[in-house]
């Protein structure tokens, strides 16, 4: 199975600030990288996929990267509502993985 | 708008068959190039996939619950069901069915798929206890 590992395992950030988060798999995965936002007792919702390819709907302040075996979420500006726990999971082979998660909290 | 919704029994005696279904709803589970997926979430942890079942009807699941899992269609109803045997307190999670798209990138020579999870049901929780 090809691990995922996202870091850091929780955030915390203000209002505003620009976070980072990466991902990084056991093996190389060319940019079969999808991300995912779960906010508290809510299903999982797609936000990027293959990598950098924002979902329609999401905001433009979410941006992802990476080819290979490292990936990078980045959310510019920090808002309210995206304080949330979010999955990288790959899709370049089965099984489906997913990272552990990340957890973002206010500050 | 599609939308999916799962239901079954919330909870199950050890050694039982969980069995739950995921109804489709603002769309067809026969619709060419989808895939339909389940995957589980114990209390306080990360997300599992379970399997995905094609449209086709061909299934994937994961290895590690391969001996136990069946996942089928129910083109008549537009739903999709779950089936997990042998259940163990291992097994107490909140399952989500989730719909699998696809994008393709056409380079000369090859055409690249690549998978996504874009629609989710809202997840129910099943607990293994006697």
């Known amino acids: 199975d090809i691990q995922m590992t996202q870091s850091p395992p929780s955030l915390s950030a203000f209002v505003g600030d620009r976070v980072t988060i990466t991902c990084r798999a056991s093996?190389?995965?060319?940019?079969?990288l999808n991300w995912y936002q779960q906010t508290a007792g809510k299903a999982p919702k797609l936000l990027i996929y293959?990598?950098?390819s924002l979902r329609s709907g999401v905001p433009s302040r979410f941006s992802g990267s990476g080819s290979g075996t490292d990936f990078t979420l980045t959310i510019s500006s920090l808002q309210p509502e995206d304080f949330a726990t979010y999955y990288c999971?790959?899709?370049?082979?089965?099984?489906?993985?997913f990272g552990q998660g990340t957890k973002l909290e206010i500050k | 708008q599609l939308q999916l919704q799962e239901s079954g029994s919330g909870l199950v005696k050890p050694s039982q068959t969980l069995s739950l279904t995921c109804a489709v709803s603002?769309?067809?589970?026969?619709?060419?190039?989808?895939?339909w997926s389940w995957i589980r979430q114990p209390p306080g942890k990360g997300l599992e996939w379970i399997g995905y079942?094609?449209?086709?009807?061909?299934?994937y699941y994961n290895p590690s619950l391969k001996s136990r899992v069946t996942i089928s269609i129910d083109r008549s109803e537009n739903q999709f069901s779950l089936k997990l045997s042998s259940v163990t307190a291992a097994d107490t999670a909140v399952y989500y069915c989730?719909?699998?798209?696809?994008?393709?990138?056409?380079?000369?020579?090859?055409?690249?798929?690549?998978?996504?999870?874009?629609?989710w049901g809202k997840g129910t929780t099943v607990t293994v206890s006697s």
């Open positions: 989730a719909r699998v798209a696809y994008s393709i990138v056409v380079v000369p020579g090859e055409d690249y798929y690549y998978y996504y999870m874009d629609v």
């Open positions: 603002g769309g067809s589970v026969s619709s060419g190039g989808y895939s």
């Open positions: 079942i094609y449209h086709s009807g061909s299934t």
């Open positions: 093996q190389s995965i060319s940019t079969y």
């Open positions: 293959a990598a950098s």
């Open positions: 999971q790959q899709s370049y082979r089965t099984p489906v993985t």
